[in-house]
């Protein structure tokens, strides 16, 4: 899913590059890169806790606390990332406000 947001993001960008300001899209860029990765690498975790819960082994099930606990801190991250986008999207829009209309003195 993010991936498809970055490819509307840069055709969006391409059609209008008078539309913000390029630091910004960098940072949003960015910021959906270090999602994806950590959502790629709770599919990974996840699948790994499947294979081991499958496995029965007792070794296997034990190395999924760890797994788990690490699922739990990369969602933290997840939520933590999505709020710094957030929050700089919406100082990119009313910076870019404020800039076409300044008030007069």
Known sequence: MANNTN????????????????????????????????????RMLI?????????????????????????NGNISKVVSLYSDLSSNFSTAFQQQHINEHPKEG
Not at 13 to 31: C, H, L, M, Y
């Open 47 to 71: 699948q790994q806790v499947n294979e081991n819960h499958q496995s029965k082994n007792h070794d296997n099930m034990v190395k999924n606390v760890a797994l788990i606990q690490e699922l």
């Open 7 to 42: 490819k509307k993001l840069k055709h969006h960008r391409n059609q209008d590059s008078d539309d913000g300001n390029p630091e910004v899209w960098a940072t949003i860029d960015k910021s959906f890169k270090q999602v994806q990765s950590v959502l790629d690498r709770n």
